[in-house]
C-alpha cells in the first residue's frame, strides 16, 4: 500500500523538469535547503519531499518496504503532473531512488546515489533499533550525530547547526522512523544494480563512517557506468554540509546530453 504525500510535506521550486531530492533515516526536507538554494541559482529546479513517517508526511502504521516508498514518491509525482525527472537521493533516500531507477526507469532522466548503499547492514541490528525507537522514542539516536552526519570540524564551527539536526531527529516519528528502519531491514538491490538505465553519479563523503568511499565505490562499480566522486572534507549529510559542491555536481550530472528519459520497453 502507498500513500500520497500532502501538500505541505513537498516544496517545490521553478519550472522545468525538476531535481527531486529524497533525504535520509531520520531527517526532514529540510536538509537540502542549502543545496535547493544552490541548485536555484544554477537555474535548476527543484522539488524536495519527506518521505513516509519524516517531517511533515504521513507515518501510517508499518509495515514498511522500500518499495512502498518508492510509490509515494511516484504517486506524488503523478499528483504534481511530474512524468519525469531528475532523481537525488541520499541514504534511505538513495534506497528509494535506486528503487525507482530499477522499477520506473521511463521516469528517470538521471540518478545521484547521496551516502547510500545496495544494502545497508544486517537484519538483524535494524529490527533491534526499530524495537528500541518504537519503545523509547528518537531522542537516544540524536547522540552520536557529531562525526557521523557532519564532521566533527563542521559541527565545532556551526553548533547551531548541530543542534538543529539533534532537533529534527527527536522530532521524527517514532513509528515512521520504525517502519523506515525495517524497511532498510530488508532492502537489497545489489542483484538488480545492473538494470540501472539513467545516467548515476555516486557521491560519498570521506568522513563518513556509515558509507565509506570503499563501499561507494564497490556501488557504483555495480551500476553501468557509473561516476563515483569521493567529496573531502565530508560526512554522511553531504547537503547540509557542502550544499554548493553537491548542488554543482547534481546540476552538471542531469544537464549533462547523456542524460535521458528512456521509452517505456526499453
Known amino acids: 500500500m502507498f500513500y500520497e504525500l500532502a501538500n505541505d ?42 518521505l513516509r513517517g519524516h517531517g511533515d508526511s504521513p507515518a501510517p502504521r508499518g509495515p514498511y518496504t522500500v518499495a512502498a516508498l518508492a510509490a509515494d514518491v ?8 511530474v512524468p519525469h525527472v531528475d532523481l537525488a537521493g541520499l541514504s ?22 547521496l551516502s547510500t548503499s545496495s544494502r545497508f547492514g544486517n537484519y538483524e541490528a535494524w529490527t533491534e533499533r526499530a524495537l528500541l525507537v518504537r519503545e523509547s522514542g528518537t531522542a537516544s539516536l540524536a547522540e552520536g550525530l557529531q562525526g557521523k552526519w557532519i564532521t566533527h570540524e563542521y559541527a565545532r564551527r556551526f553548533p547551531a547547526t548541530l543542534d538543529r539536526l539533534i532537533q529534527m531527529i527527536q522530532d521524527t516519528d517514532r513509528e515512521g522512523y520504525a517502519g523506515c528502519a525495517e524497511a532498510l531491514a ?22 563518513d563512517p556509515s558509507t565509506d568511499p570503499e563501499s561507494l565505490a564497490l556501488l557504483a562499480s555495480r551500476i553501468p557506468e557509473a561516476r563515483h566522486v569521493v567529496i573531502e572534507p565530508g560526512a554522511h549529510l553531504l547537503p547540509v554540509e557542502r550544499p554548493v559542491l553537491v548542488a554543482t555536481l547534481i546540476a552538471e550530472h542531469a544537464l549533462t546530453p547523456s542524460a535521458y528519459v528512456s521509452e517505456p520497453g526499453k
Not at 186 to 193: A, F, G, I, M, V
Open 92 to 113: 534511505l533516500g538513495g534506497a528509494v531512488a535506486q528503487q525507482i531507477a530499477i522499477s520506473a526507469p521511463e521516469r528517470v532522466a538521471s540518478l545521484t546515489l
Open 9 to 50: 510535506a513537498v516544496l517545490r521550486f521553478g519550472t522545468g523538469r525538476p531535481v527531486v531530492l529524497l533525504g535520509a533515516l531520520g531527517s526532514a526536507r529540510s536538509i537540502w535547503d542549502s543545496t535547493a538554494n544552490a541548485l536555484h541559482e544554477l537555474a535548476v529546479s527543484t522539488i524536495a519531499m519527506d
Open 186 to 207: 530488508q532492502w537489497d538491490s545489489t542483484n538488480h544494480l545492473s538494470e540501472i538505465k539513467a545516467p548515476t553519479l555516486v557521491l560519498g563523503g570521506v568522513n
Open 74 to 81: 511516484l504517486s506524488t509525482l503523478d499528483r504534481l503532473d
